[in-house]
């Protein structure tokens, strides 16, 4: 696996390091993140990036918050500061749902020992949040590991298999969501062909995946995003398989702009589309995808290429960094608990009735 992508380095006293994913993959630097601030610059400038990722580093974000706490400050008092940064780390991306999940998690662990004796004391609260932050980085290696025993199955000898965006070690803490699935075909011993979008206008396909398939020895081609279909065409692609940013409750998806082209384009050449995600990219509390924010990003991101400005003076820049994947195009969603074939509001219930949720 390549280098963490998300890691807390010491104790409740310690710093979050975050792969500075902007340089890859010319450089791999490793930036020191104490404070919220800094985290919330570090998640709205792609720095770290990818939903679960994002989700363990804000977990995190909150031990750094709890590290300013005046030690003059009442337990409530210190309870209303962490969910007010919390709030802020909330605002730095709105799309990938993993963000909030994790906030929501480590306020709601807080909140019980707050309720249950407001007079504790104020270690015991950075305790507690460290505590939770943890268990969240923890189950999300774990998940990823899930994933990919989950889905190996769907990628077969000599297929040619195409992926968009990064959902990789890179984005999450463990191993990845997507290429979790080809990293563990590959164990298998499957000879395969991974094809990589470039994913404009960040290139995370180019960059960050490519470099990821690359060290684990698989076997990788980049294209730009206007070839896909043409690759079906040909019979070059037996499968999508991308990650998500947000699930609602019929199976209809927010992932990177560009994926739910990909879809249609599957649909119409008869190919398989799989989406590998944890549970916590699911947003039961949405009923379709019409719900899901949907970022926009500088105009910038879109005019230059590098350094050079590649539109003329003036002309208007389009720049949403989601879009939504219907849950009809969707052949089946890979979890860490099983596989959702043909996900709907039913299905999707369920799956998650079924394994305890
Ligand atoms: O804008 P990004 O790079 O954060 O977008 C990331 C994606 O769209 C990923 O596919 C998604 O977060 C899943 S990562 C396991």
């Not at 460290?130 to 077969?156: H, L, P, S, T, W």
């Not at 019929?250 to 702009?257: C, E, R, S, T």
Request: hydrophobic residues 45%.
């Amino acid at each position: 696996m390549v280098a963490a992508a998300v890691r807390w380095i010491g104790g409740v006293d310690g710093f979050l390091e975050l792969i500075d994913q902007r340089r890859l993959p010319g450089r791999l630097i490793r930036l020191k993140c104490r404070d919220t601030k800094q985290l919330y610059e570090a998640i709205k400038t792609l720095t770290v990036r990818g939903a679960p990722a994002i989700g363990v580093a804000v977990a995190y974000g909150l031990v750094l918050a709890a590290q300013k706490f005046d030690v003059r400050c009442s337990v409530p008092d210190a309870f209303k500061r962490l969910k007010k940064d919390a709030d802020c780390l909330r605002l730095s991306r709105p799309t990938a749902v993993n963000l909030s999940w994790a906030l929501d998690r480590v306020i709601r662990a807080v909140g019980k020992v707050v309720a249950a004796n407001p007079k504790t004391n104020l270690q015991l609260l950075r305790k507690i949040i460290m505590k939770e932050a943890k268990a969240i980085y923890q189950e999300d290696v774990e998940m990823c590991r899930r994933i990919g025993r989950n889905g190996q199955k769907f990628i077969k000898n000599g297929d040619g298999i195409l992926t968009h965006c990064n959902a990789g070690a890179l984005a999450t803490a463990g191993r990845g969501t997507a290429l979790s699935v080809m990293f563990e075909a590959h164990k298998k011993g499957k000879k395969f062909k991974v094809y990589v979008d470039e994913t404009r206008p960040l290139l995370q396909g180019a960059r960050l995946t490519a470099w990821e398939l690359k060290q684990a020895k698989i076997d990788v081609v980049v294209i730009c995003d206007n070839m896909a279909g043409w690759l079906m065409k040909q019979d070059k692609i037996s499968a999508v398989i991308t990650g998500a940013d947000r699930i609602a409750a019929n199976g209809d998806a927010a992932n990177k702009i560009g994926t739910y082209s990909l879809s249609v384009l599957a649909r119409g050449h008869g190919i398989p589309f799989y989406l590998a995600a944890p549970s916590s990219t699911f947003d039961l509390s949405i009923k379709s995808g019409d719900q899901i924010p949907i970022e926009q990003r500088a105009a910038d991101e879109v005019r230059f290429l590098g350094k050079e400005r590649i539109t003329p003076d003036g002309v208007e820049i389009y720049n949403p960094a989601f879009d939504i994947t219907e849950a009809r195009d969707i052949t089946a969603i890979i979890t860490e608990r099983g596989v959702i074939e043909k996900p709907s509001l039913k299905k999707i219930a369920e799956h998650f009735k079924l394994t305890g949720n």
